[in-house]
């Protein structure tokens, strides 16, 4: 579970605005999304999971490229409003939840963490990363966006994907470096 502090920033922030990144709004969340969804290089997955979705702006980006899709966020407002947002796509279940605690016994070709990392102790990461290693498909992606500024938080964006990168021995990994951001995607090679 993210630190209780973490939590309660998270929660004021969507209480002082429904989007308090501009992620519906700003050209600079939709160009990063826009990568995001490049990294896919144009495959089509059959379970994916969006770990941190948030309000679901880039959730109905990748239902497009999913044929079952699971978004979950600490956040139940978020969640509200994804539900909102993706209303009619019974493909896509939204969730209120932590990773990996709260992490279904699935087997996704595709794992998404954009912008969430940092938010989560060293601890969580590292299972998530067993998480990650113990359910994901042959031949699955995850793909990690990352800030490369400050996050108000213990981890950098940079060193909490460098923290869940490094136990992933059996994973290819490239990095792609964006206006401010990081996008580390993870190829699974016994696929």
Do not use: N
């Not at 699971?70 to 978020?78: F, K, N, P, Q």
């Not at 954009?114 to 992606?141: G, K, N, Q």
């Amino acid at each position: 579970m993210p630190l209780e502090r973490t939590t309660r920033h998270l929660c004021r922030l969507y209480r002082q605005s429904p989007d308090p990144w501009g992620h519906a709004t700003r050209a600079y969340e939709r160009a990063k999304f826009a990568r995001t969804i490049a990294a896919l290089d144009g495959r089509r997955f059959r379970q994916a999971v969006e770990i941190g979705c948030g309000i679901g702006v880039l959730t109905a980006l990748l239902a497009r490229r999913c044929e079952a899709l699971l978004g979950i966020d600490c956040v139940a407002s978020a969640v509200a409003s994804a539900r909102l947002r993706l209303a009619g796509q019974s493909h896509v279940r939204l969730g209120v939840g932590v990773a990996p605690d709260d992490l279904p016994d699935l087997s996704p070709d595709l794992i998404v963490l954009s912008e969430v990392l940092y938010f989560m102790t060293p601890a969580e990461i590292i299972r998530l990363a067993a998480w990650c290693d113990a359910h994901a498909a042959p031949a699955a992606r995850i793909v990690i966006v990352s800030w490369k500024g400050p996050t108000g938080e213990a981890l950098s964006g940079p060193a909490s994907a460098a923290l869940l990168c490094r136990p992933l021995v059996g994973w290819s990994h490239r990095s792609l470096d964006g206006d401010g951001y990081r996008i580390d995607r993870l190829d699974r090679l016994d696929g």
